[in-house]
């Protein structure tokens, strides 16, 4: 059996009111595409065992909702760097391609994030209505990403998307 090229992780819990917002993205992103092509992995928080997932992929999209992050989503290649901390609890898709890097002792796939805008995660909550508009509107940016999953048309997107708003860089 071979691998998928393309490994999508739904990266939240939803437990956690607008956490929900990967899992959610990805489950609906990935009705209709070819199983074949596109693989999800499903994750409360990155662990360093997600590396082995990693490993002879083409290309990797890490889905998640951000706190911080400017609405309604942002859309970034996602440059590997070293792990941090004193613990592998919860790592970053960044920090996580450092470790794919020093584990397999080789590049990671180009790998880029999609977070979108998040406000109200406590223990229990439902998604918040601002929530999901930004997920209707990086399902739609996410569906575009799909007609062309390829590395160098991703980049293209992610350093246009640096200079405008994500919908209509794609859009």
């Known amino acids: 059996m071979s691998l998928a090229p393309l490994l999508m992780f739904a990266i939240g819990n939803e437990s956690r009111g607008d956490d929900a917002l990967g899992p959610l993205l990805a489950r609906q992103l990935i009705t209709g595409l070819d199983a074949a092509k596109v693989e999800l992995i499903e994750e409360f928080q990155l662990q360093v065992e997600n590396t082995l997932d990693m490993q002879s992929r083409e290309l990797v999209l890490f889905i998640d909702a951000g706190h911080d992050t400017a609405a309604p989503f942002s859309f970034y290649r996602a440059p590997p760097r070293a792990l941090t901390g004193h613990t592998t609890h919860a790592v970053a898709p960044e920090a996580l391609l450092g470790v794919f890097s020093q584990v397999h002792s080789t590049a990671p796939p180009p790998a880029f994030v999609l977070c979108v805008a998040g406000s109200a995660f406590e223990l ?20 575009e990403l799909m007609d062309e999953p390829v590395p160098e048309r991703w980049h293209a997107i992610a350093a246009t998307s640096a200079d405008t708003s994500m919908h209509e860089a794609l859009i």
């Open 124 to 143: 229990g909550e439902p998604l918040s209505p601002t929530a999901e508009n930004h997920l209707k509107q990086a399902l739609a940016f996410a569906r």
